[in-house]
């Protein structure tokens, strides 16, 4: 839509004009009787008050206190550590293996043939313990029962985590192999991890 420019006013006189003129500028400035005498405090607190009021507010401080949990706060500063070596590998490792502890994955070689007989290692000591714990998730089982899948999950990736960080430790890389000897320290080592909990098992700050 075309706009048309502003017509002259023609028959107004200049008193008129300056009259309006002189009424207008009266209207938009306030007298100092009229200007409001609150601070900017009681201006500001109300709006603040109702803000942590807000729902908004209090997903915020939920937020914030969640942060502020230690355990909370120990997860994210090791997954923020896990994503930062992960970053920094030439050759990725699978993700199953990410999530390892940040100790764990600094022993691990940023080479391809090394790698892959770390991975081989971790996932047939894998089955080595999934083996052995079948005989915790059993009802017989007098010590430290495992009843959840979620408890028999974090336990066998747990234990393999240990395993696999002494060995890194202890071994050269091409030394890593299961042998029916290391099945049985594996599993006198699975039993006496169990030992720590009571009838049934129940994660703790200390796993």
Sequence with gaps: MKCSPFQQINGISDTVLQNNIAHLTT?????????PTQSNNELINPIV???KNSIGFKRIAGRSKLVDDPIVRDYLQSMHLQ???????KFKLPESMMSLPIEVLNLIPDNQAEIKCVVDFYHNMATVIVKILDSYVKKSCKQGRIRTDADFKYLAKKLNSNILYKELQAKRIHELRITEHMKQKVKQ????YMLKFGKVYRKKSID
């Design 27 to 35: 209207c938009v400035n306030f007298s100092a009787d009229v200007m």
């Design 49 to 51: 008050d109702s803000f």
């Design 83 to 89: 994503a930062v070596v992960g970053s920094e590998r």
């Design 189 to 192: 080592y699975v039993i006496t």
